[in-house]
């Protein structure tokens, strides 16, 4: 019992619904009408972080005891990333204090870039010539005698991605608010993923030198979504700052390096080799090259490595700066060469003994993936939803592209907005730009969906989407959009069509046919139009119409489709704007099987 006469009840830093009201032998209605009530919107397999559900035990009449942090992660071993899970395996005294591995996330244009930059030019270059001479996507800053390693890739889409793979390569977050702007829906995302990740919070509470900046109404905010400021008597540290005026980033050195003192931020670096890929591409004239966070152990040159599908002996290692380097330890960024293959970012590496051993290392992995990928369903609003029903999936995870900046947030509050019951709703990753390979490659890897607005998508993104069965479902009306995902939430939806673009082709010139209108002359360059089908037609890439094909013809024959090399004549009902340079796409509506 606790001096207050409550009985003592002992939590982990993370608890889903189900398991908060088993140990308080409340039922789960229970708890989620005390979390509703404190505006937090869970579902009962949905896990929610030791401050909130310390809440919800008080209104039950118990007082909330955090377990130890080693005994939680000893008992729940599945939950913790495979690095974390090898320090601690490490005997104690070989562990030694790191630099702590920070990340920046927020809503967009609240200036995680700019301080990003801010803090790189004003640390990194301190006595550094020409300071960086390329970007390899971390660098590390020296604040009094001690280095932070920064992630220099803000958004919580790529910190996801790091998650979903077991990586979790910061230690803690800045969470970057605008002090004009306040807590927008991302601020909310990027907040959720942080405490999923169990990482502590920083808030750079940024633009304090705008006129209409509102500190203390941001920090309201802040304490409303339990990110109590710590002047306020809160554990949250706040600390203003301009990254254009380079006002206050001291003062965040000095707040990272202070949350840093408060976590234990250990490795061993003569350990097992593990850590995280941060960036990778390929080069022209170097070819694939990967950026590399070491988490545990001294990574050399010369050690055989294994990231997911691609390994390799590291021929060469360059830090930040781009200077060769042999070795690096824990909470290092490195550039290495010698990979057989891009990584995925995100990916965990590992240090094996030979190539050989590595190579079946691989081998291996494909298999298993080829394996699975044949068992995996396709990932369609129809599909995603009946697995939650059937309890396999806690929530429907989306992936939204939009035709502008502008159009984000209407639609992101609308999703928002929706009725969703026990089932989550969770945006992975919204931004502006046609849907591309990557979309599809994190909504693969995360068994989300596409939705787009406004957009195309590229054809090569539409091949891998095919061949990965990844769902793109494309609109051009919010409430339409909206309404679909409404009715997968209610398991109404009726079953999905896909489109197929045919062919397209290039308008050479416009005639003039009385009774008929505008008739494009065009030859055919890819595919074929087919007069059943629908067309769009392009004007320096941007869409003007979607409809249907009214009249097809090769000089004066109406014919049913024309190929690839040929010239035809192409009416569009209802469109009469048609102008040589005009390109049109034609595509036909499937249903999937």
Same mark, same amino acid.
């Given at each position: ?22 140990? &308080? ?18 579902? *009962? ?8 559900? /310390? ?21 729940? &071993? ?32 609240? #200036? ?5 930059? /801010?803090?790189?030019?004003? =640390? ?36 996801? %991605? ?33 405490? @999923? ?17 509102? !500190? ?6 802040? @304490? ?44 061993? !670096? ?14 022209? $004239?170097? +070819?694939?090259? /990967?950026?590399?966070?070491?988490? =545990? ?18 021929? @060469? ?15 290092? !960024? ?5 990979? $057989?293959?891009?990584?995925?970012? #995100? ?10 051993? %590595? ?10 993936? @080829? ?19 059937? +309890? ?18 209407? *639609? ?37 969906? *596409? ?8 054809? $090569? ?44 082709? =290039?308008?050479?010139?416009?005639? &003039? ?62 469109? =009469?704007?048609?102008? !040589? ?13």
């Amino acid at each position: 019992m606790s001096d207050n006469g409550r009985k003592r009840i002992e939590l982990p830093m993370s608890i889903t619904v189900r398991e908060l009201a088993q140990r &308080t032998e409340a039922s789960p209605i229970q708890v989620i009408k005390i979390l509703m009530s404190n505006g937090v919107m869970a579902n *009962i397999n949905q896990q929610i972080d030791f401050d909130t559900a /310390a809440i919800v035990v008080s209104e039950l009449g118990f007082e909330a005891v955090p377990e130890s942090l080693v005994e939680e992660e000893k008992v729940e &071993t599945g939950e913790i990333p495979l690095w974390r899970r090898i320090i601690l395996s490490e005997k104690p005294e070989s562990l030694i204090p790191r630099p702590p591995v920070v990340t920046i996330l927020g809503h967009v244009d609240h #200036g995680k870039t700019t301080l990003l930059d /801010a803090i790189r030019n004003t =640390n990194v270059a301190e006595g550094e010539a020409g300071g960086i001479t390329q970007h390899i996507g971390a660098y590390q800053v020296e604040h009094k005698g001690r280095l932070i390693t920064f992630l220099d890739t803000p958004g919580h889409a790529a910190f996801t %991605a790091m998650r979903a793979r077991g990586a979790q390569g910061a230690d803690i977050v800045i969470l970057v608010v605008a002090a004009n702007d306040g807590v927008m829906p991302q601020t909310r995302e990027a907040i959720a993923h942080a405490r @999923a990740a169990r990482v502590p919070i920083v808030v750079a509470l940024n633009k304090i030198d705008r006129p209409d900046a509102n !500190p203390d109404f941001v920090k309201r905010q802040l @304490a409303e979504l339990d990110l109590v400021p710590d002047e306020w008597g809160g554990n949250t540290l706040v600390v203003p700052v301009s990254a254009k005026q380079r006002i206050g980033l001291e003062d965040l050195m000095e707040a990272i390096l202070l949350t840093a003192e408060g976590i234990e931020i250990r490795a061993n !670096p003569k350990g097992k080799v593990i850590g995280t890929v941060v960036e990778a591409q390929v080069d022209k $004239s170097r +070819g694939p090259i /990967a950026t590399l966070l070491v988490q =545990n152990g001294t990574l050399e040159v010369g050690d055989v490595i294994v990231a997911g599908t691609a390994y390799g002996k590291l021929r @060469a290692m360059f830090d930040f700066r781009g200077r060769k380097i042999r070795a690096a330890g824990p909470s290092t !960024p490195v550039q290495v060469m010698g990979l $057989s293959e891009v990584p995925e970012v #995100g990916e965990l590496f590992t240090r094996y003994d030979s190539e050989r051993e %590595a190579r079946a290392v691989v081998e291996q992995r494909k298999q298993e993936a @080829a394996a699975k990928a044949a068992r995996a369903p396709k990932a369609t609003l129809e599909e995603l939803f009946s697995r939650v029903q059937a +309890g396999e999936e806690k929530e429907l995870r989306l992936i939204l592209k939009v035709d502008v900046q502008g159009s984000l947030e209407p *639609i992101i509050n609308s999703i928002n907005d929706l009725p969703k019951g026990e089932i989550k709703v969770n945006i992975l990753h919204a931004e502006a730009g046609n849907v591309t390979d990557n979309d599809v490659l994190l909504a693969s890897a995360s068994k989300a969906i *596409i939705l787009g607005f406004n957009v195309q998508a590229e054809s $090569s993104a539409r091949r891998l989407a095919e061949a990965e069965g990844v769902s793109i479902r494309l609109y051009d009306i919010i409430y339409r959009l909206t309404e679909d995902l409404e009715k997968a939430l209610k398991g109404m939806l009726e079953p999905e069509t896909k489109e197929v673009v045919v062919g397209k082709a =290039n308008v050479l010139a416009v005639f &003039t046919i009385s009774k008929v209108g505008n008739v494009a002359g065009c030859r055919v360059t890819e595919g074929e139009i087919r007069r059943n089908g629908r067309v769009r037609v392009y004007r320096n890439g941007k869409q003007l119409f979607d409809g249907e094909i009214a009249s097809l013809k090769i000089q004066k024959d109406d014919v049913r489709e024309v190929r690839t090399g040929y010239e035809c004549g192409i009416g569009i009902r209802n469109f =009469n704007d048609i102008q !040589p340079g005009d390109v049109i796409e034609c595509y036909v509506i499937e249903k999937n099987a």
